[in-house]
DNA sequence: TAAAAATACTCCATAGGTATTTTAT
DNA sequence: ATAAAATACCTATGGAGTATTTTTA
């Protein structure tokens, strides 16, 4: 059975053409490397030397031979190299989601620091909704996912990783568009603008709340699943909505922010994964979103 | 130090997903394997599989390792296939060299024959002269050589393969071309087209003594190195010209070839190798041309 | 509790060492 | 005469076997 002990040998046989010193350079006798040599000889069926007592040279079928070797050695390393690379999570592909919000404020930077500590992961973004997510991570068809939390499920590791305040958006016509803040009860008759209750409960109990805060329950008229078509709702005067900050990122013609006079609950928006069977490469993921909070 | 034992071990486990079967189809006991995994793995730097001690999966490094190992299995099995093809004299190169006469006789049929048993032995043929042939073979140029003989070289190999006799190319318009056969002693006062002494000695001392059995030496009024050229000077009416009979598949309008009343001596042709360092593809070479002959 | 991997040890095959011979220059 | 590979024989590492324990589903 050949080993790689016999081709590192042949390769160093080769280079030297001179048992003697090629032993010497291996750290072994002479003789036991003769020996392994004839032994891949028979193996192979062919001569690899043609040998003389006074000189060694390659046979033409032992040239090939070397060179084919060499290939395999370089295979080996490659083997080796990007194994380590796949368990460090340096080498891959990771699958992440994330809510619509999300893409204003935390994921931009996370990405760019990703990309550039372990350039060779390839990702695969979606975006989609709380219950979504918390789907295709059970499915597997993603790797990571940035949520409105709280997330139920146990077998998932869920850290928050960001808050922000409430605002409200108003179209630029309306009244309330005036003052430089506004308070929770002067929005107790506007018609209201939200998301189902099903795709992110966290934030939609917080925003309920908060409007119970203030003396009333909101008169919800249009719902709607995107942020970005919440604030296209909002600039058609459809009504107001409650978002968190970071959507003033999303400047749009005919729509305002104005902050709440109130103490806001802060929109949370967390990472989560499967903690069993989570790679490497979300384990890097982890850790990079470490670092860039820590910043 | 990783051996082709660990990665044919890795891989059965790989396959097999359980180290009992995946012992038994090596043919050995359960705890060696474990422990060669486990060498593998601390060798590597990184976990190949995910053990609980009811399943075994790979993990991601481990899969991709495995692709590696595919690999260099299969660069392994190149190296050994094509290492023997290239013993065996089925695989390579070949520099070949041969007289212009000779490519009307024996080199087509030895050629197709050769390339038909060794499709994958790439040829390099070039037309030259005897005395530039064995120069060529001693420089390791050509590796074979068509060439009349003799060679003296006695570190050549070579064999005589081929011989025909010679017969006298004339213009047509020239008197004796309406005889169908030529008396030597006709051709005494003729101008002669003759080659170089030097280029194939053997065939000019062969042609010389004919002509003084004819009781004459021959009136050369010009020389010319191939074959081709001497025949378009017979077309030019510029002399006569004592040749191998495979010429006449030269037709070339305006030369007609008569034979000789006389007995004349076989003009030959031989093959030359290096007896030492010859190549496996020499050898084969060889075995062909004793092939073709014997038909 | 049962199946499967890990641990602990034992053994022997063989890789590798030493001494010597052979052979080509 | 000498350098270098081959041969003969010996040693000991470590690969593989057997018995047993550990672990988890």
Redesign the interface.
Known sequence: ?????HLRYFMMVAEELHFGRAAERLHMAQPPLSHQIRQLETE????LFYRTKRSVIL????Q??WG??R??FW??E???R???Q???GE??QLAIAFVSSAAYNVLPQILRSFRSTVPQVSLELHELTTDQQVQWLREGRIDVGFVRPPIEDETFGCTTIFQEPLVVALPKAHALALQSQVALSTLAGESFILFPRLLAPGLYDQIISLCQQGGFSPNVVQEAIQMQTIISLVAAEMGVAIVPISLQNLQRTGVVYRPLVEVTPKAAIAVVWRKLDS???VQRFLEVIEQVMQR
């Open positions: 059975m050949i080993e790689l002990r192979l069926g062919f001569q046979t033409d079928a032992g090939v031979f084919e070797c290939k395999i295979q080996l490659q083997a080796v990007t194994g380590q796949v368990s460090r080498l891959g790679s490497a490469t």
